[in-house]
């Protein structure tokens, strides 16, 4: 599990194809690796991967076709930067919100637009996410843990701090890039038990969602 809350950015070192998917290895520059051991979470760019290797200056994680396929990491380059966060510890503050480290879907970023020292930033995700997303509610976005300020339909808006843009990879980001989305993990929970108690296979739509006051 993770908080959400990026503690360096790193970056791509190399890309290896290995027997059919790749080993990604990253650099994590400023993060402290030296209580990470091979078999620890690393969360990168929102996805949780296994360490299997680290030297002193960050470590490598065996990447395979699903999560190629499913997140932002297949299209990853040498030199690119990615959010990084280190996986939870009990004794751990909870600055974000509980994260799995498990992508979703790919969304994309709609705009970008100033407000005072802050960014107002719109994001559209899959049809079929949109109704996990809240008002008011928690999204992770490239690991990063963001409050939900509006939605309207496949899309949703989040207001950035100078901070929090400053210290991940949203720096970089442009309209039109694609972002890994992890939904609140109680909504996927609630959707499941509300389905189980509906007869629906644990899978409910939104009329039902409605009726039941999770959906707007």
Not at 86 to 113: F, I, N, P
Not at 201 to 207: F, N
Request: charged fraction near 20%.
């Amino acid at each position: 599990m993770f908080t959400g809350i990026i503690q360096c950015v790193g970056r791509v070192r190399a890309i290896e194809p290995r027997g059919g998917d790749v080993r990604l290895s990253i650099a994590t520059g400023e993060l402290d690796l030296s209580d990470v051991q091979p078999g620890d979470s690393v969360a990168v760019a929102g996805c949780c991967l296994t360490a299997v290797a680290l030297d002193a200056d960050g470590f490598a994680a065996d990447v395979s076709n699903e999560s190629l396929a499913l997140t932002t990491l297949g299209k990853l380059k040498p030199g690119d930067g990615v959010n990084l966060e280190k996986s939870l510890r009990l004794a751990d503050r909870l600055g974000g919100h509980l994260v799995s480290g498990h992508v979703d879907g790919v969304g994309s970023v709609v705009s970008v637009k100033p407000d005072a020292r802050s960014q107002r930033w719109t994001f559209e995700v899959p049809a079929d996410l949109a109704h996990y997303i809240a008002h008011k509610g928690s999204v992770t976005i490239d690991g990063t843990s963001l409050t939900v300020n509006e939605v309207a339909g496949a899309r949703f808006g989040v207001n950035l701090i100078p901070h929090t843009v400053e210290h991940t990879t949203f720096a970089r980001r442009r309209a039109g890039d694609g972002v890994n989305i992890e939904v609140d993990v109680v909504a996927r929970y609630i959707e499941r038990l509300l389905g189980a108690s509906a007869g629906v296979g644990g899978r409910i739509d939104a009329d039902f969602l409605k009726q039941h006051g999770f959906a707007e």
